[in-house]
C-alpha cells in the first residue's frame, strides 16, 4: 500500500534548525517531493529527491533514504515567515502523488 | 510567469445545487488535477486528466464529476451539492514528460456548502 506520515505539527525559534520527517511505505517511489503551503494560499514547490541523499538549496535541504522509506526536510536560520505547512509527497511508479497529511510549522519570535 | 488559476477564492452554496469549478492553466500542460483538502486528511484526489477529453477517477470521486474540453481548462462538477463537500479545493497541473517537475498549483477554492 502507499501510506504518507508526518507529524501534525511542530513549533521552533526564529534562527534555530528544524528537521520534518516523512516516512512512507510503499513498493517504490519515482521521486519525493517537498511542498510549502501558507495558510490560504496555494502549496508551492520546494524540493524534490529521486536519489538517496541530501538535496540543498538556500536554507532548505531534503534528504532520501529509499531503502528506509525516510525523508525529511532541513530548514536552517527559521524565519518567521516560514511559519507554514509542509507537505511530503511520493510518486509511485505510473501513478499521481500521494501526499502525507502535512506538518504545520509555527516559528515563534 | 507560469500560472494556474481558479475562477473563484470563496464560494457559498446551497444543498442541492449543481456547482462548477473552474481551473485554467496557461503552461500546455498535458496533466491535471482536482483534489480537496481537509485538515488532518492532506490532499485527496477527485479526478484528473491526462489529455483533452480524457478523464480518469481518483481516490474519492463520488458525487463530483469533471469536464476536459480544451486542453488549459479543467472543470470539476458537484452534481448535487452537499454539506460533506464543504472543503478546499485545489487544481494543479503538471507537464506531460511525467512528474518529476512537480505540480503547479492554483490558489485553492474554498467552498462551503449550507
Known amino acids: 500500500g502507499q501510506n504518507i506520515d508526518q507529524p501534525t505539527e511542530m513549533t521552533a525559534t526564529e534562527g534555530a534548525i528544524v528537521q520534518i520527517n516523512c516516512t512512507y511505505q510503499?513498493?517504490?517511489?519515482?521521486?519525493l517531493f517537498w511542498y510549502q503551503q501558507h495558510a490560504g494560499e496555494a502549496p508551492t514547490f520546494l524540493s524534490y529527491?529521486?536519489?538517496?541523499g541530501l538535496e540543498e538549496k538556500g536554507r532548505f535541504s531534503s534528504f532520501l533514504s529509499r531503502s528506509k522509506g525516510y525523508s525529511y526536510l532541513l530548514l536552517k536560520e527559521l524565519q518567521m515567515k516560514d511559519s507554514a505547512s509542509y507537505l511530503c509527497a511520493g510518486l509511485p511508479y505510473g501513478q499521481n502523488f500521494v501526499f502525507g497529511p502535512g506538518t504545520r510549522l509555527s516559528v515563534l519570535p | 510567469d507560469v500560472k494556474v488559476t481558479q475562477s473563484s477564492r470563496y464560494l457559498v452554496k446551497r444543498t442541492g445545487e449543481k456547482v462548477f469549478l473552474e481551473c485554467v492553466q496557461d503552461m500546455d500542460h498535458e496533466n491535471m488535477f482536482w483534489y480537496r483538502q481537509d485538515p488532518g486528511l492532506g490532499l485527496r484526489l477527485i479526478y484528473f486528466s491526462y489529455d483533452v477529453k480524457m478523464k480518469e477517477k481518483g481516490d474519492i470521486p463520488e458525487g463530483y464529476s469533471v469536464s476536459r474540453e480544451k486542453k488549459e481548462r479543467f472543470s470539476l462538477i458537484l452534481e448535487s451539492a452537499s454539506t460533506n463537500q464543504t472543503s478546499m479545493y485545489l487544481c494543479a497541473s503538471s507537464s506531460g514528460g511525467g512528474h518529476s517537475y512537480g505540480y503547479t498549483f492554483g490558489s485553492g477554492t474554498r467552498l462551503t456548502v449550507v
Open positions: 529527491n529521486v536519489l538517496d
Open positions: 510503499t513498493s517504490g517511489f519515482n521521486g
